[in-house]
């Protein structure tokens, strides 16, 4: 069993304004009818894979030639999603020989959703013009997916939108598993388990989709993140410090989260069918 603990202080969050709205954002920040819920954006947690100095993993990343085997426009959005946190894992891997292949996908699929001619073909272009420049490439990519998320928030295309954000989750967590010879030692086991902080958001975000052919993974979504929420979480509880020169105030409490092997390999699980349901055409 391992534990993890936010002991960095952190400043204290503004209020948000209580008004009704749907959005989706690759910063990670999503208001959801008028709710405030954080979820890490793929480009982030790829980022701290490849910092861990984990070996790159085919099996991390789908197979991004067979865009037109995906039919309905819920099964190419949420794939869009995956390819998108697939971009950003092969990214952060300098794997410049594959990103093109990728980039022509998520051009193929965008046309298919009739979004290619609202979203910045542009910057596509840049992304695709900066191969040698890995960290250009990863800033470019993580624009991209916001501003196409702005769009169809914009164009009241909730669903659309939250299907990428799920499908990129879900491929981020796949990529955070996929290292797992063995479960005991993982490196990556305990920024898993910090998922349980993002698990009611992911929750939320799934329940507000109500389309009946999105229910088998509906359903898988909220299993995998009801096993999140279930992990044993200990509030530690420290004084606060109030900067009075910049009118900051820092929390410094901790929260430790615990997972044993068991949970470990019921969360492996549960990822690995969440995530078959999404790419299986």
Same mark, same amino acid.
């Given at each position: 069993?391992?534990?993890?603990?936010?002991?960095?202080?952190?400043?204290?969050?503004?209020?948000?304004?209580?008004?009704?709205?749907?959005?989706?954002?690759?910063?990670?920040?999503?208001?959801?009818?008028?709710?405030?819920?954080?979820?890490?954006?793929?480009?982030?947690?790829?980022?701290?894979?490849?910092?861990?100095?984990?070996?790159?993993?085919?099996?991390?990343?789908?197979?991004?030639?067979?865009?037109?085997?995906?039919?309905?426009?819920?099964?190419?959005?949420?794939?869009?999603?995956?390819?998108?946190?697939?971009?950003?894992?092969?990214?952060?891997?300098?794997?410049?020989?594959?990103?093109?292949?990728?980039?022509?996908?998520?051009?193929?699929?965008?046309?298919?959703?009739?979004?290619?001619?609202?979203?910045?073909?542009?910057?596509?272009?840049?992304?695709?013009?900066?191969?040698?420049?890995?960290?250009?490439?990863?800033?470019?990519?993580?624009?991209?997916?916001?501003?196409?998320?702005?769009?169809?928030?914009?164009?009241?295309?909730?669903?659309?939108?939250?299907?990428?954000?799920?499908?990129?989750?879900?491929?981020?967590?796949?990529?955070?598993?996929?290292?797992?010879?063995?479960?005991?030692?993982?490196?990556?086991?305990?920024?898993?388990?910090?998922?349980?902080?993002?698990?009611?958001?992911?929750?939320?975000?799934?329940?507000?989709?109500?389309?009946? #052919?999105? &229910?088998? !993974?509906?359903?898988?979504?909220? @299993? %995998?993140?009801?096993?999140? $929420?279930?992990?044993?979480? /200990?509030?530690?509880?420290?004084?606060?410090?109030?900067?009075?020169?910049?009118?900051?105030?820092?929390?410094? #409490?901790? &929260?430790? !989260?615990?997972?044993?092997?068991? @949970? %470990?390999?019921?969360?492996? $699980?549960?990822?690995?069918? /969440?995530?078959?349901?999404?790419?299986?055409?």
């Amino acid at each position: 069993m391992f534990s993890q603990s936010c002991s960095e202080p952190q400043p204290a969050q503004p209020a948000v304004s209580e008004f009704d709205t749907t959005g989706v954002s690759t910063s990670g920040a999503i208001l959801l009818q008028g709710k405030m819920v954080v979820i890490p954006p793929p480009a982030l947690l790829s980022h701290v894979i490849a910092k861990e100095s984990i070996p790159f993993e085919t099996r991390g990343v789908t197979d991004a030639g067979n865009t037109e085997q995906w039919t309905s426009e819920m099964k190419k959005a949420l794939y869009l999603g995956v390819l998108g946190a697939d971009l950003s894992y092969l990214i952060n891997y300098r794997q410049s020989a594959t990103i093109p292949q990728y980039l022509a996908s998520i051009r193929r699929l965008t046309a298919d959703l009739d979004i290619s001619r609202d979203v910045d073909s542009e910057l596509l272009s840049q992304i695709e013009a900066g191969l040698d420049n890995p960290s250009s490439i990863l800033g470019l990519n993580s624009v991209f997916f916001r501003n196409l998320e702005s769009y169809l928030k914009s164009n009241n295309r909730h669903d659309l939108s939250t299907y990428i954000l799920l499908g990129g989750w879900t491929e981020a967590m796949h990529q955070l598993a996929s290292p797992a010879d063995s479960i005991t030692g993982q490196p990556l086991n305990r920024l898993l388990a910090e998922q349980t902080f993002s698990a009611s958001g992911v929750r939320a975000l799934a329940e507000s989709i109500q389309d009946d #052919s999105f &229910t088998a !993974v509906k359903s898988a979504i909220i @299993e %995998l993140c009801d096993a999140l $929420e279930t992990l044993e979480k /200990t509030y530690l509880f420290n004084e606060p410090v109030h900067d009075r020169r910049q009118g900051i105030t820092y929390l410094r #409490s901790k &929260t430790e !989260v615990s997972c044993s092997d068991d @949970e %470990l390999l019921e969360l492996h $699980e549960l990822i690995r069918e /969440t995530r078959n349901l999404i790419v299986t055409p």
